[in-house]
Protein backbone atom coordinates (compact mmCIF):
# COMPACT_ATOMS: atom_id res chain seq x y z
CA UNK A 1 0.00 0.00 0.00
CA UNK A 2 1.42 3.47 -1.10
CA UNK A 3 2.18 6.29 1.58
CA UNK A 4 -1.71 7.61 1.70
CA UNK A 5 0.16 11.56 2.05
CA UNK A 6 2.52 11.37 -0.96
CA UNK A 7 1.85 8.39 -2.41
CA UNK A 8 5.29 6.94 -2.99
CA UNK A 9 5.26 3.22 -2.16
CA UNK A 10 6.69 3.59 1.47
CA UNK A 11 4.88 2.74 4.26
CA UNK A 12 7.47 2.50 7.36
CA UNK A 13 7.37 3.81 10.28
CA UNK A 14 10.15 6.21 9.60
CA UNK A 15 8.84 7.02 6.12
CA UNK A 16 5.48 7.87 8.17
CA UNK A 17 7.42 9.86 10.90
CA UNK A 18 10.19 11.24 9.11
CA UNK A 19 11.07 11.24 5.69
CA UNK A 20 7.38 11.78 4.33
CA UNK A 21 7.26 15.07 2.68
CA UNK A 22 4.87 16.21 4.75
CA UNK A 23 6.31 15.00 7.81
CA UNK A 24 9.68 16.83 6.58
CA UNK A 25 7.88 19.94 6.49
CA UNK A 26 6.38 19.69 9.53
CA UNK A 27 9.99 19.44 11.12
CA UNK A 28 10.95 21.77 9.43
CA UNK A 29 8.92 24.08 10.39
CA UNK A 30 9.00 23.41 14.29
CA UNK A 31 13.27 24.15 13.31
CA UNK A 32 14.18 20.78 14.29
CA UNK A 33 17.11 19.46 12.06
CA UNK A 34 16.29 16.02 11.18
CA UNK A 35 19.88 14.29 10.21
CA UNK A 36 18.12 11.96 8.10
CA UNK A 37 19.92 9.80 6.23
CA UNK A 38 22.00 8.83 8.66
CA UNK A 39 19.48 5.74 8.98
CA UNK A 40 16.41 4.63 7.96
CA UNK A 41 15.06 2.52 10.95
CA UNK A 42 12.82 4.98 13.63
CA UNK A 43 14.09 3.39 16.77
CA UNK A 44 17.71 4.14 15.71
CA UNK A 45 16.63 7.98 14.71
CA UNK A 46 14.61 8.25 17.85
CA UNK A 47 17.28 7.51 19.99
CA UNK A 48 20.02 9.07 18.28
CA UNK A 49 18.13 12.45 18.55
CA UNK A 50 17.35 11.80 22.18
CA UNK A 51 21.13 12.14 22.99
CA UNK A 52 21.21 14.91 20.66
CA UNK A 53 18.31 17.19 22.57
CA UNK A 54 17.67 18.59 25.18
CA UNK A 55 14.93 16.73 27.67
CA UNK A 56 12.82 19.77 26.72
CA UNK A 57 13.50 19.37 22.94
CA UNK A 58 12.59 15.87 23.17
CA UNK A 59 9.46 16.02 24.73
CA UNK A 60 8.38 18.40 21.70
CA UNK A 61 9.83 15.77 19.37
CA UNK A 62 7.67 13.12 20.91
CA UNK A 63 4.76 14.90 20.96
CA UNK A 64 5.31 16.15 17.07
CA UNK A 65 5.45 12.50 15.92
CA UNK A 66 2.31 11.66 18.24
CA UNK A 67 0.59 15.10 15.91
CA UNK A 68 2.27 13.45 12.71
CA UNK A 69 1.12 10.00 13.09
CA UNK A 70 -2.39 11.32 14.49
CA UNK A 71 -3.01 13.76 10.77
CA UNK A 72 -2.27 10.24 8.58
CA UNK A 73 -4.94 8.28 11.10
CA UNK A 74 -7.18 11.21 10.39
CA UNK A 75 -5.94 11.10 6.29
CA UNK A 76 -6.77 7.56 6.27
CA UNK A 77 -9.74 6.85 8.47
CA UNK A 78 -11.11 9.83 8.07
CA UNK A 79 -10.68 11.61 4.79
CA UNK A 80 -9.37 14.30 6.54
CA UNK A 81 -6.30 16.40 5.59
CA UNK A 82 -4.27 18.19 7.93
CA UNK A 83 -2.24 20.84 6.94
CA UNK A 84 1.60 21.21 8.38
CA UNK A 85 0.42 24.69 10.98
CA UNK A 86 -2.61 22.89 12.12
CA UNK A 87 -0.37 19.41 13.09
CA UNK A 88 2.48 21.56 14.41
CA UNK A 89 -0.24 23.99 16.48
CA UNK A 90 -1.71 20.22 17.56
CA UNK A 91 1.33 19.13 18.82
CA UNK A 92 2.64 22.44 20.83
CA UNK A 93 -0.84 23.02 22.22
CA UNK A 94 -1.11 19.06 23.35
CA UNK A 95 2.45 19.68 25.05
CA UNK A 96 1.10 22.34 26.68
CA UNK A 97 -1.81 20.82 27.90
CA UNK A 98 0.36 18.00 29.21
CA UNK A 99 2.98 20.40 30.89
CA UNK A 100 -0.02 22.19 32.46
CA UNK A 101 -1.36 18.56 34.26
CA UNK A 102 1.69 17.95 35.35
CA UNK A 103 2.56 19.48 38.98
CA UNK A 104 1.28 23.25 39.11
CA UNK A 105 4.35 24.63 41.14
CA UNK A 106 6.36 24.05 38.36
CA UNK A 107 6.71 27.02 36.11
CA UNK A 108 6.94 25.58 32.15
CA UNK A 109 10.45 24.88 31.65
CA UNK A 110 11.29 26.62 28.58
CA UNK A 111 10.36 29.78 26.62
CA UNK A 112 9.38 27.33 23.35
CA UNK A 113 6.45 26.53 24.94
CA UNK A 114 3.56 28.96 24.84
CA UNK A 115 1.89 28.72 28.18
CA UNK A 116 -2.07 27.74 27.73
CA UNK A 117 -4.85 30.09 29.30
CA UNK A 118 -5.58 27.04 31.61
CA UNK A 119 -9.30 26.82 30.66
CA UNK A 120 -8.20 22.87 29.35
CA UNK A 121 -6.59 22.13 32.57
CA UNK A 122 -6.69 18.47 33.21
CA UNK A 123 -6.22 17.93 37.13
CA UNK A 124 -4.80 14.83 38.72
CA UNK A 125 -7.21 12.71 40.59
CA UNK A 126 -7.19 11.85 43.87
CA UNK A 127 -4.41 8.85 45.48
CA UNK A 128 -5.30 5.41 44.44
CA UNK A 129 -7.99 6.94 41.72
CA UNK A 130 -8.48 6.45 38.12
CA UNK A 131 -9.71 9.55 35.94
CA UNK A 132 -11.11 8.51 32.73
CA UNK A 133 -11.88 11.98 30.11
CA UNK A 134 -13.97 10.98 27.10
CA UNK A 135 -14.25 12.69 23.83
CA UNK A 136 -16.57 12.56 20.59
CA UNK A 137 -15.89 13.67 17.28
CA UNK A 138 -18.21 14.29 14.30
CA UNK A 139 -16.77 13.85 10.79
CA UNK A 140 -19.47 16.68 8.92
CA UNK A 141 -21.16 15.37 5.92
CA UNK A 142 -19.32 11.23 6.25
CA UNK A 143 -22.21 9.99 8.34
CA UNK A 144 -19.48 8.99 10.75
CA UNK A 145 -18.45 9.75 14.28
CA UNK A 146 -15.69 8.41 16.71
CA UNK A 147 -15.81 8.48 20.58
CA UNK A 148 -12.65 7.81 22.58
CA UNK A 149 -11.55 7.48 26.15
CA UNK A 150 -8.62 8.07 28.19
CA UNK A 151 -7.82 6.70 31.71
CA UNK A 152 -5.14 8.11 33.97
CA UNK A 153 -4.11 7.60 37.21
CA UNK A 154 -3.34 9.34 40.58
CA UNK A 155 0.31 10.16 38.91
CA UNK A 156 -0.76 11.23 35.47
CA UNK A 157 0.35 8.35 34.15
CA UNK A 158 -1.48 6.86 30.44
CA UNK A 159 -3.06 3.50 31.73
CA UNK A 160 -5.41 3.01 28.36
CA UNK A 161 -6.59 4.77 25.29
CA UNK A 162 -9.68 3.65 23.32
CA UNK A 163 -11.48 4.96 20.39
CA UNK A 164 -14.18 3.90 18.60
CA UNK A 165 -15.68 4.87 15.01
CA UNK A 166 -19.46 4.27 14.13
CA UNK A 167 -21.93 5.17 11.27
CA UNK A 168 -24.84 7.66 11.35
CA UNK A 169 -25.87 10.98 12.05
CA UNK A 170 -25.49 12.39 15.44
CA UNK A 171 -25.95 15.84 17.05
CA UNK A 172 -22.67 16.80 18.93
CA UNK A 173 -24.94 15.89 22.39
CA UNK A 174 -25.59 12.71 21.45
CA UNK A 175 -22.29 11.41 20.32
CA UNK A 176 -20.79 13.14 23.54
CA UNK A 177 -24.04 11.38 25.41
CA UNK A 178 -22.32 7.74 23.05
CA UNK A 179 -19.02 8.15 23.95
CA UNK A 180 -19.72 8.68 28.21
CA UNK A 181 -21.73 5.60 28.06
CA UNK A 182 -19.35 4.01 25.93
CA UNK A 183 -16.70 4.66 28.60
CA UNK A 184 -19.10 3.68 31.38
CA UNK A 185 -19.73 -0.04 30.32
CA UNK A 186 -15.79 -0.29 29.18
CA UNK A 187 -15.15 1.26 33.11
CA UNK A 188 -17.69 -1.66 34.51
CA UNK A 189 -15.78 -4.24 32.63
CA UNK A 190 -12.37 -3.31 34.19
CA UNK A 191 -13.95 -4.51 37.42
CA UNK A 192 -11.98 -2.05 39.37
CA UNK A 193 -12.54 -1.81 43.28
CA UNK A 194 -14.20 0.96 44.18
CA UNK A 195 -11.98 2.12 47.27
ZN1 LIG B 1 4.77 9.72 2.41
Redesign the pocket.
Known sequence: M???????S??SIF??LV?????SQCWRKVGFQLNAGETSIFASWFRSSLCRYSKEESARMGMMCWAIRKGRNDLIWQQRHSSVDETVNLAKHSLDQWINAQEFDKQPPIGMIVPGDGSEHWVKPQENTIKVNVDASIAIGRGTFGLGWVARDHTGLLLEVHGRSRNGVVTPEVVEAMGVKEALSWIKSKNWPSS
Open positions: DCPSCHLAKHCDCPFA
